[in-house]
């Protein structure tokens, strides 16, 4: 039996690879396209140690090229969510009790593989799955995903290091324990280092988990699964299962063991989700641990003393990278009237550079949103401002699903602060411009706060420090993350711990120590020494007897 004091190796952010012409990890990716390309997978459920094939198969196919077959995922019923609790139910007694090290070398070794051999793999699967470009694939799929699991396992020493104090003769010992039962992870499409970590940050603290991917991010989930057999986790721990959401949420949410739910997508889902627990508060065995993050509607706000190219570029990667599908993704942005044309301008000439296409050209900067039901919406506001009299689009505004599902970047000039698309949740790769007077800086910083009911991401450009100072205090509430001079995008694993407020979710920062203490319960000890023996205290004593002959000698 191990009785040392053991140390995770300190945790470095992973380095980006540059995917240069020329460079082995661009021939090493192409390779890897070509091959998922060449065949069709036939994807199971993992249920317990089972791979599970219903025979009721949904077709994936790339969204920039919906005519190619990607492969074949097997779809699940009432009685395989049902399948996936008892086997995490089972395997969580042996998973709850293993050491923790051994819980945190599984993950550790989980981000070495995606640091080599399983990098490009992974990396070609999310373009192809879900239409990112190389370098996107790369920041999300092997990086971000790389830093989760390493900062998770060193965020979790943290944690269990944390002890309370010991007065003379006790021993006072906190233990952090798993939840009593199991944790529900619903993952979204758009990253895969979220698909990776809402399961794995709930499993490394000792719980046991049901994973239901976006239909949209399977092609990928497989690969991820994979990684996590491959590095040791034992079966059971985590249990993937492709099941329609209503179906699974009638079970999961009314059994007596749901312990908690490790969540992001839709405000209007997990609000649903959170309304369906509270009527089912009876059933359980504990309250549950609702975390989620919901989305955003992320603004940009400069300063009229801020530098134009500057707000620029933010503006086109804040708004456009991976088709606009971020939570954090710009899309709403106040320029003063001294700098909106200017700026403009630059995002203009940014759009005319920019090639939108398959993921497999790496020139193209701009790929294909997600699926049909994404773009029909995306269209749907599109043309509705081209109609409107309160907006105009003044870059963009085409689209075409003959091959792929593009939209090309849009930029809405909209004549009313509160017009539709300033305020609704778009996901796409539109954003909307107001200009206001230069002189009411102060008057916009509540137009931004009043705006929307999100609270996720949002930046500020300023050359002026108080300025800065007066938008950090006036927009305290309004982005859980909160960018100077910065896109609202991008945040890093134990740099900017991301998660926003209000109608954005429970702000419980993944990428820190804060969102792991969500999947634990602690247990105080306190161990006593040499315990009393008699119950008295010594207030209890008898008050001494007054000596009441206080002259003894007389006169």
Not at 305 to 317: D, Y
């Amino acid at each position: 039996m191990s009785n040392a004091f053991f140390r995770v190796p300190e945790p470095l952010n992973e380095p980006v690879k540059g995917y240069a012409p020329g460079s082995p990890e661009r021939a090493e990716l192409k390779k890897a396209l070509a091959d998922l390309k060449s065949q069709q997978v036939d994807i199971p459920m993992y249920i317990g140690a089972e791979q599970v094939r219903t025979g009721r198969t949904i077709r994936l196919a790339p969204p920039h090229d919906h005519q190619h077959t990607l492969g074949h995922f097997h779809e699940g019923d009432a009685q395989h969510v049902t399948q996936a609790i008892d086997a995490a139910l089972a395997a969580r007694p042996a998973w709850s009790a293993l050491p923790w090290q051994e819980r945190a070398a599984i993950f550790l070794k989980a981000a070495d593989l995606l640091a080599g051999p399983y990098r490009a793999r992974l990396n070609a699967a999310t373009m192809l799955g879900q239409s990112k470009n190389a370098f996107q694939a790369e920041i999300d799929a092997a990086c971000e995903l790389i830093d989760f699991l390493r900062f998770n396992a060193y965020f979790m020493q943290e944690i269990y290091r944390q002890q309370p104090q010991s007065a003379p003769g006790m021993w006072n010992r906190l233990e952090y324990r798993a939840l009593e039962g199991f944790v529900f992870a619903l993952t979204p499409f758009n990253f895969t280092s979220i698909a990776g970590n809402l399961p794995t940050s709930a499993a490394i603290m000792g719980n046991v988990v049901v994973w239901k991917p976006a239909y949209t991010q399977v092609y990928s989930a497989q690969v991820l699964m994979e990684l996590f057999l491959e590095a040791g986790l034992p079966t059971g721990v985590i249990n993937l299962i492709y099941v329609d959401g209503p179906v699974a949420g009638d079970i999961i949410f009314k059994h007596r063991d749901f312990a908690g739910i490790h969540f992001t997508g839709s405000t209007k889902v997990f609000q649903t989700i959170w309304q369906e627990i509270g009527q089912n508060i009876h059933r359980y065995r504990s309250y549950p641990r609702i975390v989620g993050e919901t989305g955003g509607k992320d603004f940009i706000l400069a300063h009229p003393s801020a530098h134009a190219k500057a707000v620029s570029t933010a503006i086109t990667r804040g708004a456009f990278e991976f088709q606009g599908q971020k939570c954090s993704a710009a899309s709403r942005v106040y320029l003063p009237s001294n700098l909106a044309d200017e700026i403009l301008e630059h995002v203009k000439q940014d759009l005319a550079s920019i090639n939108m296409g398959d993921v497999e050209n790496f020139n193209n900067f701009v790929n294909a949103v997600i699926d049909e039901r994404s773009f029909d919406k995306l269209a749907r506001y599109i043309d509705g401002a081209h109609q409107s009299p309160d907006a105009e689009i003044i870059a963009g505004g085409t689209y075409d699903k003959s091959k792929g599902y593009f939209i090309a970047p849009t930029i809405i000039l909209a004549k009313d602060p509160r017009y539709t698309t300033m305020c609704d949740e778009l996901f796409g790769p539109v954003v909307t411009v107001y200009t206001y007077e230069a002189d009411k800086f102060e008057q916009t910083l509540d137009l931004v706060d009043q705006t929307s009911p999100y609270a996720l991401t949002g930046a500020i450009f300023s050359q002026d420090r108080y300025s800065i100072d007066l938008a950090t205090q006036r927009l305290v509430n309004a982005a859980g993350n909160f960018y100077i001079n910065d896109k609202p995008t991008g945040a890093v694993v134990g740099q900017q711990p991301f998660g926003g407020a209000r109608a954005s979710g429970t702000n419980d920062k993944a990428g820190s120590h804060l969102n792991l203490l969500r999947w634990t319960s602690a247990r105080a000890i306190k161990e006593t020494f040499n315990p009393p023996t008699a119950y008295p205290y010594p207030f209890m004593g008898a008050e001494p007897k007054e000596d009441l002959n206080l002259d003894k000698g007389g006169f």
